[in-house]
């Protein structure tokens, strides 16, 4: 980073330690005109060298001393009246270029390098590491780091590669809990969406141990990483959905529903309706394992996404119809209706900003008692099903920059739009029909009668 040869090095140094990229870049260029410059050796071009030495001054007086940061169109004003561009442009030398380059390539990370790098540090053992003077809090940011570079998926397929899939999900086992979450966090952003890796991670065993985390650890928050994880990984991935429920996954996410953390139950919630939506002959197995009772009980949670996560499994269950009329929720019925009643009474004490919270809330609540008993809920006698403005159109925020031909002609019905046009007869060689027959045709409708039936 030390350019030889220039005074401006302690506003070099100071700056591209608080500054950010692009920044950076800004700053090689700058630095490297007044390389340029400095290495001028004819007398007469003393005076442009100074010019060169105020200008990069000039900027980065802009840039440091700016308080609510760089004003960059007072600096584009100010390079503008001191250059006036008619110097033609001279090639680069080829030691100019290589240090160009060198400047430029300091600043770009090489990913898969670094990943390598990462993989040798999850791959040392933890005695050599501390002895190393590195910290669990070491190795989080490790992880913080791996994570931004999965989040490509090339780079997360990658990692399987390069030997990084089987010591992360080694780290499911640290003995720190914060390395435990982590690393779950770590493997969700892998796997989601992502089928290439959902199958390494399958044929690696990363199932076990985001299982037994999800299901016994004794830290709630490595449970509910280890529950995202899961997630991410059996989503759209049959062999992963059936090895879930071998594995006695269903009564796990019943005892995920017992749980005082919110968060927990929310994620548990919301696999259970995802996979009740996939697999609809689970309903049964849900039913006996005693999951409406529980969801009805959330179902009256403080927490707005608890409930409505609540009633979207409720709904699931109560669509089936492999258990008589009232779907899978069989004996509850009873239950289930006067939760319904008690959640339309407090819906309906609502305060305006409160109901427009509860859209979703509104919908499936209405939804559920509608699919139930086969009616309408009181919520549509009361209006409070779609509130005055719920059913308007979005805001149009595009006209003002960009208005298509039809919106345009609609806007002005009386200009003629060349689909609207009557269309001219063409000039037919030999007899053609009576005008009498053409005049009946068309007032009829073109090869329809007056029901509209099409003319044999």
């Known amino acids: 980073l030390a350019i030889s040869r220039s005074f401006l090095n ?24 007044a390389n340029q410059a400095k290495k001028k050796k004819k007398k007469n071009e003393a005076e442009e060298e100074r010019v060169f030495y105020f200008l990069i001054l000039g900027f980065w007086v802009v840039v440091i001393m700016a308080k609510d940061g760089p004003n960059w ?24 270029r290589r240090w160009f380059m060198e400047a430029m390539q300091s600043q770009t990370v090489d990913v898969i390098k670094r990943m390598k790098e990462i993989t040798l540090v999850m791959q040392t053992p933890e ?38 899939l089987v010591p992360l999900l080694g780290y499911l086992k640290n003995s720190h809990a914060n390395i435990r979450a982590k690393a779950a966090e770590v493997v969700a952003t892998i796997v989601q969406n992502n089928p290439r890796s959902q199958q390494l991670v399958m044929e690696a065993n990363g199932l076990e141990p985001l299982l037994s985390n999800f299901t016994s650890d004794p830290d709630v928050a490595v449970q509910t990483k280890a529950l995202g994880a899961l997630s991410s990984l059996i989503r759209h991935n049959k062999p992963g959905i059936t090895a879930f429920r071998l594995a006695n996954g269903y009564a796990a996410l019943r005892d995920a529903l017992g749980s005082d953390s919110v968060r927990f139950q929310r994620k548990a919630l919301n696999l259970i309706h995802y996979l009740l939506r996939e697999n609809n ?43 008589g009329a009232n779907g899978s929720l069989g004996e509850e019925d009873e239950k289930l209706k006067q939760l319904l009643q008690e959640r339309i009474k407090g819906i309906s004490l609502m305060s305006p900003e409160d109901l427009a919270a509860a859209w979703e809330e509104r919908q499936l609540v209405d939804s559920l008692w509608n699919t139930c008993y086969k009616e309408p ?44 046009e009557k269309k001219q007869t063409p000039l037919l060689l030999g007899s053609g029909p009576p005008p009498d027959a053409a005049d009946g045709r068309n007032n009829s409708g073109e090869g329809e009668d007056a029901n509209g039936q099409l003319n044999g």
Not at 15 to 26: A, E, P, Q, V
Not at 75 to 96: C, I, V
Not at 131 to 141: F, K, S
Not at 286 to 299: D, I, T, Y
Request: a negative charge; hydrophobic letters at 40%.
């Open 10 to 33: 302690p506003l070099f140094a100071a700056y591209i330690y608080h500054s950010n990229s692009i920044s950076r870049i800004l700053l090689y260029i700058s630095a490297f005109l």
């Open 73 to 96: 169109e007072g600096l584009l004003k100010w390079s503008l009246a001191h250059a006036d561009g008619t110097q033609p442009p001279r090639n680069l030398s080829e030691e100019d």
């Open 127 to 164: 005695q050599v590491l501390e002895a190393q003077g590195v910290t669990p809090a070491d190795i989080e940011d490790i992880l913080d780091e791996l994570q931004e570079h999965v989040e490509s998926i090339d780079m997360a397929n990658d990692l399987h590669s390069i030997g990084g």
């Open 281 to 323: 002959s689970d309903c049964n197995v849900v039913s006996e394992l005693g999951f409406p009772r529980m969801m009805m009980h959330l179902a009256s949670s403080e927490d707005a996404e608890v409930r409505e996560a609540a009633f979207r499994g409720l709904l699931e269950l109560a669509r089936d119809k492999t258990e």
């Open 377 to 420: 809920s009181s919520l549509r006698e009361k209006g409070l099903l779609v509130l005055p403005g719920e059913d308007a159109l979005p805001p149009d925020v595009a006209s003002k920059h960009f208005e298509p031909p039809l919106r345009a002609w609609a806007a002005n019905p009386s200009a003629k739009s060349p689909s609207s």
